[in-house]
């Protein structure tokens, strides 16, 4: 027996050293076969029909949905008892509870994941972020159907771009059935909407920014859910909302990731900026809990269509987002048509500007609405604050919220100026597409505790950094 085993090995080791000698080519082949997986299905959904602004009866309910309101705000509170009670030495404290794993964690002792909501938070946050889904899924098919192949070669997207754009739809169908899924059959379901765009560049730079405020309102509470599988599954399709958001900021020949951080932001900041393009819903929507404040309208919002993009005025479509116009970009100043390096923004993998969209020390005019206003699918919620009169911008950029007074209030206008600070050195904290937002106090907040700021916001905006 044992001289077998030795024969045996020996003749293993002889075709190994033979296997390295002589390299080995295979052929492709088609013959081999296998057992079809079962394949979940995705969750119903159509290429909707109806665009533009709500224009049926009055909404029956009207409102952010709610129960009994326990105080006006969360209290600030001191650091837990144990938050500062592990050593952090590089040490083990703690006897392992199995081999090369070290004790601690969140949903690490074994338990199955059931992949459901937990709590009144999870359910609402998931909800959000669904209604992001469903808005990106018709956006992204509306473009290709809208505007010709024509126009989209205008814009420099061949069709291979134009390809990308439709895959990341079908993406958008698989992240609506996942969190479909977990919230279960009250879930949102795909509604009606009415987009602030009448060409290509118009609608790739809101594409950009649509994406940005989706991306930054999970990270916002992405660590806060009690359902911690939940989470997991979320971080798993947000990480490709931020490879969309980046592809069209290629699209738009801007810089694809000008920051060393990605922002983080309320759920109330991304439904405010998400609702005002849902024009109706279906009959027995579910209806979300967060707060929709006014609209910050950016006068001299930077365009990235120009060539001196940060030499504009009243050259946006709306409030909230604040997207760019090419209305007034005649081609002498538009970036598209210049061949010249540092000036030419035609779609890219990246591009670097002579001329600066913005600039710390750039004056930055400001006029924002009065709360009141219907708003969101069949304007059926109300903007509110509980802010008094705005006196600071709050710059919300990667790790930092920055704020600077606001000069010469009279009649909701007002105008500050772009703070120059930065993250860590090296780092401007103010660059790429971030949020501005009006404040009656210049409250400290971190990442993970923005939401603190609520009850002193006044109105959101988007600002075109970089």
Sequence with gaps: MVAFKISAGAALLTLTARSLAVPVVSEPTTTFTST?????????????????????????TTGALTTDVLAPSIP?????????????????????PAPYTPSG??????????????????????????YQEWIELDLFHWGLATFSVEDFEEAGLKAEDRFLIEFMANQEVGHATLLSNMLGPQAPKQCNYNYPVTNVREYIDFCQKLTRYGEAGVYGFLNHLNARDVGQMLLQSITTEARQQMIFRQFEGLFPMP?????????????????????????????????????LYILNQPNPARINGSNVWNETTGGYT??????????????????????????????????????????????????????GPNNSYITNTTANPPVFAAWVSQLNVTYTPLEEIQN?????????????????????????????????VTPYNLTQLNPHVYAVGMYQSG
């Design 36 to 60: 079809p997986a079962v394949t979940p299905p995705v969750r119903p959904h159509t290429n909707v029909t109806c665009h533009g602004p709500y224009t049926g009866l009055p909404p029956t």
């Design 76 to 96: 600030a509170l001191p650091p837990g008892p144990n938050a500062y009670k592990y050593p952090s030495d590089g040490k083990l404290h703690a006897p392992l």
């Design 105 to 130: 964690g969140e949903g690490t002792n074994g338990s199955a994941p059931v992949y459901r909501m937990l709590s009144d938070f999870d359910y609402e946050s998931i909800a959000l972020a669904l």
């Design 259 to 295: 920051e060393w951080f990605e922002v983080g932001i309320p759920q109330s900041w991304a439904w405010t900026l998400l609702a005002p393009y849902i024009s109706s819903c279906p009959a027995n929507q579910t209806r979300l809990v967060w707060q929709n404040f006014p609209a």
């Design 322 to 375: 604040n997207t760019l116009s090419t209305a007034d970009v005649d081609k002498k100043h538009d970036c598209l048509n210049s061949t010249e390096v540092g000036v030419n923004c035609s779609p890219a993998i990246t591009h670097n500007r002579t001329n600066p969209l913005s600039y710390p020390g750039r004056q930055v005019f400001l006029q924002w609405d009065e709360p009141g206003h219907p708003i």
């Design 412 to 444: 909701n206008t007002a105008w500050t100026v772009q703070p120059n600070m930065e993250t860590f050195a090296g780092d401007p904290a103010v660059n790429g597409t971030i949020f501005l937002v009006l404040t009656d106090l210049d409250l400290y």
